[in-house]
Structure formats: structure tokens, C-alpha cells
């Protein structure tokens, strides 16, 4: 018999999205690019970063601030109402908020400009834990993907040689 988890992220939104109002927000956006909508993702799982109860509309509106200042005033309110649906579905669901994080972490790892957007949204002190993790799996992910191996950086200083005869 499983157990089911108990949801520990702060779910009291003051927003509430009728199944109606859901619906509509994603059909309005649902043609989106794919740089805004990953953009949207991070931006819902950085509403709920901290899992305190107490930030979850500081953060929503931080969010909003960051989007008036970032878009086009014409997507900006459907891009926020759709980071609201997100942050619902991740309010129901954990272990789906848990999936799109461990999914946003590589897209962060492998688009540094998303990085800088996390940074921002987590430079206040009490994300200070949240900044260092990730920050830390950044680097390691890097020094994974960057570090040459032993034959890698023969063949390089091999080229560099090779060019320095030119």
C-alpha cells in the first residue's frame, strides 16, 4: 500500500483560477515561443522556491514586476495569468512540480541567460541556500561538460602548436 506524499509547498495563492479562467489562459498562450515558455516554467518554480507560505505573494509579485518590466505590455498579463496556472498545478501536484524542476535545472545548466534570470529573482538574502545550490550544480554541471580529458587537451596543444608555426 503506497503512502501518499504530503505536499510541502506554500499552496495559498490569493489568485483563485476557475477550470474556465484555466483554460483560457492557456489557449491565449498557447502559441507562445519556446524561450517564453521556459521562461515561464522557471519563473513558477522560483514562486515557490522558498516553500514558505509568507513568500509565495512576494515572490508573485516580484514575478509580475519582472515581467511588466521584460515584455511587451500586450502578452505581459497572459504571461503572469499563465505562471499563475502553473504555480496551481504545482500546488496540486508535487511530484509534477518536482519533475519540471529537475528539468528546468539542465535547461538552466545549459542556457547561462536563465541563470542570470534566477539571480535575479533569488537575490535577496533568505535565498541564500536555493543561490549556493544552484550555483554549485551549475559549476559542477560545467566543469563536466567544459574539462577536457587527458587525450582532448593533447590534440589541443598539438592545434595550438600547429598554429603558432604559421
Known sequence: ???TKKNTLPCR???KLSWLKRFIIKWRTRSLNSKLTTTIQILSILA??????ED????LKKIKIYIEKTLNSNIALDVYNRVLVLVSEYCANEEFFDKESAKISEI???DIQYYALVEEMLQEDKYQVQRT???????????KRYILG??????LEYQERSLEML
Open 108 to 110: 538552466i545548466v545549459q
Open 1 to 3: 500500500m503506497s503512502k
Open 150 to 155: 587527458s587525450e582532448g587537451k593533447i590534440l
Open 56 to 59: 509565495l505573494e512576494e515572490q
Open 13 to 15: 495563492l490569493s489568485t
Open 48 to 53: 515557490l522556491a522558498s516553500k514558505a507560505n
Open 133 to 143: 545550490v544552484l550555483k554549485g550544480m551549475v559549476r559542477r554541471e560545467y566543469d
